[in-house]
């Protein structure tokens, strides 16, 4: 089948590939652009593992396809660092352990990266709202929920969101 | 990077154990860096396989035509059991039961029949397709009691566990009654699905990367499928995305294939399947059914127990023998029978083969005990958490020449600390005065009714197959004063390097950041048991120690000589080494041993002591020790649909003296929603021909953020240092908190229990489902309006 091309802003660089028209968004930036943030996790839109953003809206990259993505701007957990400067949400998993074995955390960063984005001082029920379509199968979620929480008090939707 | 982004706040004497240090991997999930097998860079001429699998549960493979396979785009070769060099069998209890691929029977629905190997992963998922078998379909076995009505044969040896005489103390017990309970299964879904990545290397060297809690049995079992020494396969893991027991035994055929691919196509292949067939290949947690006869009396004092466990183990062993011994060495939890009888009945059926899963057999012999309880509760009228205070085990009152501490195994129950747990959960939550609450509440609440619980977990720590209960480490003391760490132990999110690397530095007066932490491999340590039994911390925690304690007794005697001090005025102190008067650094002391010649590597080892066990005669002191906690639940249900919420949580649990508190607490509350997910919604349906249904989160209903109890509070049990001379006083806390969750399902019975006046005993099943709640509301209605 001939491949088409696709270019995207990925982590605010410009990045292209070629894919099969089926082919699906985390295969291409796993594979084919080396984002390994990204996993898999179901491969049906159920786990939440495979969380992006897609012009800032948490989308599933298991379920879009490639194709669909040509000029938009897309986000993966490996952007969120500035540097050496842990993004304010990364910081607060630390601090709150809110990773075990450490799967499924690249996908509720985002997940929370786009809530903050949104609304900056979330309720604690709607943090539970915007992680609920990602699983974690370690911790429980109240480490997940308490570090969105401490990373929405000390600002982290205002200073890069 | 990672290591310069780890917080380490390390008190300037306190050494690193028993801090609330960062996991080990925190900075490369958080930057999602942290490589798992399908994250390693592809080596050259990577090629991908993929397993064709059986589309009957049971029956004869009549023919197998992999033309269209072959011919498939992008296909280099297709693999059956002809082309397996060594044994055809991956069989972990080596009962030769469990073939790589089928060749004649076929035993349950997505049996491996063939692998095939192509160049994209898509090609070769595609090509698996293509296959054309023809089937001699025979009826297949699918639950208990199917398989019971087809004569009920047995995938191992069962258990018998008994003490005292049963049919006379039944016979002699003022009251009795009879039961049965169905305890539902459950799928791991580890979020990093079963991968495996084979590289061949010369003569007949296999280096598989593989995610497996068990490197030393895929090594075993790849050298056995290839036909090779286990000196020429060596097999690595960093870490896993989740194992929760489901890569125990169950990472042996993807490792086997992708090797066995590797070694014919002489490239590296990986193998990675699709989470519906991982689902429906592995297997899960065994469901039981629990049928019981319990003696009591009217003060709610249990006088015998007789119960049958029976597990639906599927189409061979695996590790179904050791699971069902495991249920019943916890089907008294923390109860004293005067009189017992425990067996089990590991059932052969067509479905996927049942395995280790967190807790191991554990919660469903321990879910059996609360229900013994509640009959009784409910039978007498009392509060079961006053029927659970009457029979703990405990003090050296006797009933009938026999002391009120031994187990139903002979094991003297030594630590016994489940009444102190108990009572100070039960203030701290209040649970007296809220139980009173909701009593009252319900009586005016016409649709929507509470239910509380309290109940305690008592879990046995060590394998009870003894021999397991080994361990290997490796320490490296560079001429930098660096430190490489390795042990037979593996990482699944658990934070078993953390503790061990906490063990370390502290051993040698070191900061974290100079031990570095190294993958798990067959080459660094040998021989090594699965990463399970709780016991990971307690295992390689001691050989690990053991290796720096050698590596000091000789930096110690070097130290006396050269500065001409006693032996015993050398000490490794936080940050330094004393030497007599002087002190120094730990990397200076290095520098000047090695220009002398000083052997700075050594090896650990530790067996664990006490333990003992003779099957045949059930008897003996299978546990090192025990690990204790309590839970007290709170739930509101909905009494016109079933629907229902945890409300709130309270827990109360024994780490002994923990090695890392932050790391513990994730434990508990982690393996709190797992056991709570486990008895609540997740349900697994298998259909008349053995097809599994519930093959993605879509179905199978997994707890989420909104899923946790709207108010959780969690405590460490303090000053509770383990009696045990384990590593630092800590006890093993993977396991024991799952089973904290039973407090739930006894808060949705005490609820259900409300629409009957609690006069009727609401036998609720687990999972206890919306659907399976409502019924129970309706059959309690029913029966106390008779």
Redesign the interface.
């Known amino acids: 089948m001939a491949k088409l091309p696709v270019q995207f802003r990925l982590n605010g660089s410009d990045r292209a590939g070629f894919v ?1 028209p089926a082919g699906n968004l985390l295969d291409l930036l ?1 594979r084919g652009l080396g ?10 839109g ?2 939440g ?1 495979c969380t992006v953003l897609i012009d800032g809206e948490p989308q599933l990259s298991c379920l879009t396809l490639a194709i669909s993505c040509e000029g938009r701007q897309i986000e ?3 952007g ?2 500035d540097g ?1 400067n ?1 993004h304010p949400l ?2 607060a ?3 709150n ?1 809110a ?8 996908g509720m ?1 985002t997940a929370a990266r786009a809530l903050l984005a949104k609304n900056p001082n979330p309720t604690r029920d709607e ?3 915007a ?15 308490a570090a969105i929480l401490a990373a929405a008090a000390g600002g982290a939707g205002m200073r890069r969101a | ?1 990672a290591d ?2 780890r ?1 380490l706040d390390i008190a300037a004497e306190a050494g690193p154990v028993g801090g609330a240090l ?2 080990d ?12 097998i ?2 390693i860079a592809a080596p050259d001429g990577l090629l991908h396989a993929y397993l064709g699998l059986s589309t009957v549960a049971h029956g004869r493979l009549l023919s197998l035509d992999l033309a269209a396979v072959r011919a498939a785009p992008g296909v280099v070769g297709v693999l059956t059991a002809a082309d397996v060099p060594g044994v055809n069998d991956i069989s972990s209890t080596h009962r030769q039961d469990e073939p790589l691929f089928a060749t004649d029977r076929i035993l349950f629905h997505g049996q491996p029949l063939f692998a095939v190997v192509a160049g994209t992963r ?1 090609q070769a998922r595609h090509a698996a397709t293509l296959a054309k078998a023809e089937y001699a379909e025979e009826a297949p076995l699918i639950d208990i009691a199917a398989a019971r009505a087809a004569g009920g044969a047995l995938v191992t040896d069962p258990l018998k566990l008994e003490r005292g005489d049963i049919a006379a103390a039944l016979a002699a017990s003022p009251r009795r009654l009879k039961g049965s309970m169905a305890i539902g299964g459950q799928e ?6 079963q991968v495996a990545l084979a590289v061949p290397g010369e003569d007949e060297d296999m280096q598989v990367f593989v995610s497996t809690q068990h490197p030393s049995e895929v090594q075993h079992m790849v050298g056995a499928v290839l036909g090779a020494g286990s000196h020429a396969v060596t097999v690595e893991v960093r ?4 194992g ?1 027991g489901g890569k125990e035994t169950q990472a042996n055929l993807f490792a086997c294939v992708a090797a066995l691919a590797a070694r014919k196509l002489k490239r590296p292949v990986k193998l ?1 399947p ?3 067939d991982d689902m429906a290949i592995t297997g899960k947690r065994h469901d039981f059914v629990c049928d019981y006869e319990v003696g009591f009396d009217e003060d709610g004092s249990i006088h015998a127990v007789d119960a049958l466990y029976a597990a639906r183990c599927g189409w061979n062993a695996d590790l179904s023998g050791p699971v069902t011994d495991r249920a019943l060495f916890h089907m008294d939890n923390c109860y004293f029978y005067p009189a017992v009888r425990a067996r089990s009945e590991p059932l052969f059926t067509n479905t996927c083969s049942n395995t280790a899963f967190r807790g191991f057999g554990g919660p469903q012999g321990m879910v059996g005990a609360e229900r013994f309880i509640e009959e009784v509760a409910f039978a007498t009228g009392l509060d079961p958490l006053e029927v659970r205070k009457r029979n703990l085990y405990g003090g050296n009152s006797s009933t009938e020449g026999l002391g009120r501490d031994l187990t139903p195994y002979y094991q003297q129950v030594e630590d016994n600390i489940a009444g102190h747990v108990i009572s100070e959960l039960e203030r701290r939550c209040d649970y007296q005065a809220r139980r009173a609450a909701i009593r009252e509440a319900n009586a005016k609440s016409p649709v929507i009714k509470r239910g509380i619980a309290l109940t305690p977990v008592k879990f046995g720590i060590s394998f009870t197959a003894t021999w397991f209960n080994q361990a290997g480490a490796l320490v490296h003391v560079y001429k930098d004063g660096t430190v490489a760490l390795n042990h037979g132990g593996t990482e ?4 078993l390097y953390i503790k061990v690397a906490q063990v370390v530095a502290q051993a040698f007066g070191l900061g974290l950041d100079a031990v570095k932490i190294t993958a798990t491999t067959t080459g660094k340590v040998p021989n090594t048991s699965a990463t399970a039994a709780s016991s990971g911390s307690d295992l390689n925690g001691m050989a690990a120690l053991d290796a720096c304690e050698t590596i000091k007794r000789r930096l110690t005697e070097f130290a006396a000589k050269h500065w001409q001090e006693r032996p015993e005025d050398i000490a490794f102190l936080p940050g330094r080494v004393r030497v007599g008067a002087r002190e120094i650094a730990f990397r200076e002391l290095i520098q000047a041993a090695y220009m002398a010649r000083i052997q700075l590597s050594a090896t650990g080892f530790y067996t664990t002591p006490k333990i003992h066990w003779d099957r045949k005669a059930g008897r003996g002191h299978p546990f090192y020790y025990f690990a204790y906690g309590a839970a007290a639940a709170e739930v509101a249900i909905d009494t016109l649909t079933g629907e229902y919420k945890v409300e709130r949580v309270d827990i109360l649990h024994d780490c002994g003296q923990s090695l890392n508190p ?2 513990d ?2 434990q508990i ?6 056991g709570m997910g486990w008895l609540t919604t997740e349900e697994l349906v298998w259909d008349r021909k053995g097809r599994l249904w519930t093959r ?3 179905t199978y209903k ?5 899923d ?1 109890p709207r108010i ?1 509070n ?1 405590h460490l049990l303090e000053n509770a240092p383990n009696r045990e001379p384990t590593i630092h006083r800590s006890k093993a806390v993977g396991e024991p908190p799952l089973m904290l969750a039973i407090s739930v399902l006894h808060a949705l019975s005490d609820a259900v229990a409300s629409v009957g006046d609690y006069r009727v005993c609401p036998r609720l099943d687990a999972p206890a489902t919306p659907e399976r709640v409502l019924d129970a509301v309706e059959r309690v209605r029913a029966e106390a309006a008779s």
């Open positions: 099969d796993r984002d390994f943030a990204p996993k898999y996790g179901c491969g049906q159920t786990c593992v993966t957990a490996s969120m660092a050496p842990l990364q910081q998993f630390m601090d352990f990773a075990q074995c450490g799967f499924c955390t690249p960063l943090v539970v709202e992680i609920s379509g990602n699983i974690c199968r370690c911790t429980g979620y109240e480490p997940i929920i | 990077m310069a982004r917080k960062a996991h991997s925190a900075a490369k999930h958080v930057a999602g860096e942290a490589v798992y399908d994250d898509e791991h879904f580890y979020l990093e699905s870490r896993m995305g989740g929760f990675r699709d989470r519906d699944m999110g658990q934070g932050a790391i607490r994730g509350e982690g393996g709190f929603v797992q993605a989160p879509s997994i707890p989420v953020a909104s946790r959780f969690v």
